[in-house]
Every structure is written in C-alpha cells, then in structure tokens.
C-alpha cells in the first residue's frame, strides 16, 4: 500500500457528484462499502492480480445508501491484490475471474506494487484535484 497525500483529503462533497464525475472516468464503488463508509477504486491493471487506486471516505450527515449524503474524502493509496490461482480454473477468465476472486482470500492482500505504476497513480489523483477542486 502506497498513500499518496492530496489536496482532496478532509474535502466534503455530495456522494451523488462524485459518482456522477468518477463513474464516466472508470472508478467503482467498491465491494467493502458500510453505511459510514467506502472507497472509489480505480483499477489500473489486472494481469497479476489487481492494482488500483482507492479513494477512502466517510458519510458525515446520513448513510450512504441515502440520497443527499454528504461525504468526506481519505487520503488516496494505490493497492496491489494478487490472488489464488487455480481454485476455479472455469471463472479464471476476464469478467468472471474478477466475480470468483471477489469471495476468494488474496494471497497477498498488501502485496507490493509495481513501480511502473505509481507515477500513473500521482497523477490520476492531480486528475482528480483538477476535477474538484
């Protein structure tokens, strides 16, 4: 895990404007969301398991599943997943492997991430300071 410090961090904004700005971009409400809080990912390559970049926030009037939350933004971070090989060779292609090891344990859920790609992601979060602030 990689944090990468942003202007966006502690900035409040509708829930509904950031799905409406980052869901065209590509970014996805994560898997691991509550009612307090969740994460925009976006995903940057998935050959070898999954690295991304995460976009933490948290509910500060109502729940997110209500309309007109607002929330707060994280600090971004980039991730790397990799995953088990193997377990079901039938879904370990494209869409359905990323359906299959959604409920699979990672084989190292902290696993480091390719310095190729960090760059990428400094400036996928400039993006995103350019877009909202």
């Known amino acids: 895990m990689i944090e ?15 799905e409406d700005k980052l869901k065209p971009r590509g970014y996805t409400i ?20 999954y690295q991304f970049l995460r976009i933490p926030f ?3 009037d109502g729940q997110l599943d209500s309309l007109g939350t607002t929330v707060e933004i994280g600090r971004p971070l980039l991730l ?3 995953y088990q090989r193997g377990l079901d060779e039938e879904a370990d292609t494209g869409l ?6 959604q409920f699979q344990e990672p ?5 480091s991430f390719p310095k190729e790609y960090i760059d990428l992601g400094k400036s ?6 350019d877009l909202f602030l």
Do not use: C
């Open 4 to 18: 990468i410090p942003s202007n966006l961090e502690g900035k409040h904004f509708s829930l509904y404007r950031l």
């Open 30 to 49: 994560g898997s691991n969301w509550e009612y307090d809080h969740g994460y925009f990912d976006y995903l940057i390559d998935d050959r070898v398991g």
């Open 58 to 60: 948290r509910a500060i």
């Open 80 to 82: 790397s997943h990799k």
């Open 96 to 101: 359905l492997s990323g359906m299959t090891n």
């Open 107 to 111: 084989v190292d859920k902290d696993a």
């Open 124 to 129: 996928l979060v400039q993006e995103l300071e």
